[in-house]
Structures are given as structure tokens and as C-alpha cells.
């Protein structure tokens, strides 16, 4: 995947994202999109109190993920660095 393709693919994630952040900054979180693999595989970094939250696997799973891979079927996981 070239720079440019990388980077149209992180526009559409964060733009997927917008469907969770109010939910998140609710409890003073939010989420970041920090890269997308070859294979399709994006990296989230939790921020604010998101970062240190005991459900923030679920809050991938159910949130994050699920906002994500239902706008974006191409993507193939969602994984928090």
C-alpha cells in the first residue's frame, strides 16, 4: 500500500471513529487512529481515560472494532497499541 493510500485508508477510519467518540468523551476518552497494515489491520491508541479503563476491551470489541469494520469491511482487525 503506497503513502498516499495509507493515508486516504486512516482519513476513512478516523471518519468511521466519529461514530463512537461522543460515547467515549463522555467519560473523558477517545481513540486515535496510529497506523493501518499491509494486511488491512488498523492501530488504535486509547487516549485520555479510555487509556487507563478496565473496559476498554470491551469498548474495542463492541465500539471501536464494530464502528469500524461495519463501514469499512476491507479492514481485517483493530488491535490497541
Do not use: F, Y
Not at 498516499?4 to 468511521?16: F, L, S, T
Request: include cysteine; charge should be negative; charged fraction near 25%.
Amino acid at each position: 500500500m503506497s503513502l498516499v493510500e495509507k493515508n486516504e485508508w486512516m482519513d476513512r477510519v478516523d471518519q468511521a471513529l466519529e461514530e463512537v467518540r461522543p460515547h467515549l468523551a463522555v467519560d473523558g476518552g477517545n481513540v486515535e487512529v496510529v497506523d493501518i497494515s499491509d494486511e488491512m489491520v488498523v492501530r488504535v491508541k486509547w487516549l485520555g481515560a479510555c487509556s487507563n479503563c478496565s473496559m476498554s476491551v470491551m469498548t474495542m470489541k463492541a465500539g471501536v472494532e464494530q464502528a469500524i469494520i461495519g463501514r469499512l469491511p476491507e479492514i481485517s482487525g483493530v488491535v490497541a497499541v
